[in-house]
C-alpha cells in the first residue's frame, strides 16, 4: 500500500511539472495533461508486468518469466541460458526480502540497444545475501505494441 501511494505522489509531481513546463502547444497535439495521463498509464502497465516478472523471477519460474519477455530478449539467448543466469544470480544475492521502487522513466535511447520506446525501472533491494543492492528492470514496447522485458541487471 506504501509503494503505491509513494507511486501516486510520484505522479503527481509528474503532472504538475508537466503542466508548468510547456505553456504553449500546437492545437494538433495532445495538452500536458493528455500526454502526462498517457505517461501514468504507461507507467502503471510496465509496473504491473515488471512485477509480475520479477515474482516469476524469484519464484524460480523460468519459462513464465522468458514468456513475459521481449523478442530482443529472447533473441540474446535461449531458455536454458536464462536458467543458468537465475541460478547465477541466486547464489551470488541470495532470496530476495524486499523491492522498494526508486525510479522509473520512459526514455527512446540506451546504450547499446536500438532505438525505440523503453521504460526503465530501478528497484533497491534488500535480499539474504546482499543486504542492499540495486535493481534495474528494462521494459521495451515490442513490434506488437505490448510491453516486455528486455533486461535485467542487479547493480
Same mark, same amino acid.
Not at 52 to 76: C, G, T
Given at each position: @500500500?506504501?509503494?503505491?501511494?509513494?507511486?501516486?505522489?510520484?505522479?503527481?509531481?509528474?503532472?504538475? !511539472?508537466?503542466?508548468?513546463?510547456?505553456?504553449?502547444?500546437?492545437?494538433? !497535439?495532445?495538452?500536458?495533461?493528455?500526454?502526462?495521463?498517457?505517461?501514468?498509464?504507461? +507507467?502503471?502497465?510496465? @509496473?504491473?508486468?515488471?512485477?509480475?516478472?520479477?515474482q516469476y523471477v524469484d519464484n524460480r519460474k523460468h519459462i513464465e518469466s522468458y514468456s513475459l519477455s521481449s523478442s530482443m530478449f529472447k533473441? !540474446?539467448?535461449?531458455?536454458?541460458?536464462?536458467?543458468?543466469?537465475?541460478? !547465477?544470480?541466486?547464489?551470488? +544475492?541470495?532470496?530476495?526480502?524486499?523491492?522498494?521502487?526508486?525510479?522509473?522513466?520512459?526514455?527512446?535511447?540506451?546504450?547499446?540497444?536500438?532505438?525505440?520506446? +523503453?521504460?526503465?525501472?530501478?528497484?533497491?533491494?534488500?535480499?539474504?545475501?546482499?543486504p542492499i543492492f540495486r535493481e534495474r528492470v528494462v521494459l521495451v514496447r515490442d513490434a506488437d505494441s505490448n510491453w516486455n522485458i528486455t533486461? +535485467?541487471?542487479?547493480?
Amino acid at each position: @500500500m506504501r509503494f503505491y501511494k509513494l507511486l501516486i505522489l510520484f505522479f503527481t509531481i509528474v503532472v504538475i !511539472s508537466a503542466c508548468n513546463n510547456n505553456k504553449s502547444e500546437n492545437n494538433n !497535439s495532445k495538452t500536458n495533461k493528455e500526454k502526462t495521463i498517457d505517461t501514468i498509464a504507461v +507507467y502503471r502497465n510496465c @509496473m504491473d508486468i515488471a512485477n509480475k516478472w520479477l515474482q516469476y523471477v524469484d519464484n524460480r519460474k523460468h519459462i513464465e518469466s522468458y514468456s513475459l519477455s521481449s523478442s530482443m530478449f529472447k533473441k !540474446s539467448g535461449s531458455i536454458d541460458d536464462w536458467e543458468i543466469a537465475i541460478n !547465477s544470480f541466486e547464489t551470488a +544475492y541470495g532470496k530476495i526480502k524486499k523491492r522498494k521502487l526508486l525510479e522509473i522513466k520512459l526514455d527512446t535511447i540506451l546504450p547499446n540497444a536500438p532505438k525505440g520506446k +523503453y521504460v526503465i525501472i530501478k528497484f533497491i533491494t534488500e535480499s539474504e545475501k546482499v543486504p542492499i543492492f540495486r535493481e534495474r528492470v528494462v521494459l521495451v514496447r515490442d513490434a506488437d505494441s505490448n510491453w516486455n522485458i528486455t533486461g +535485467y541487471f542487479p547493480e
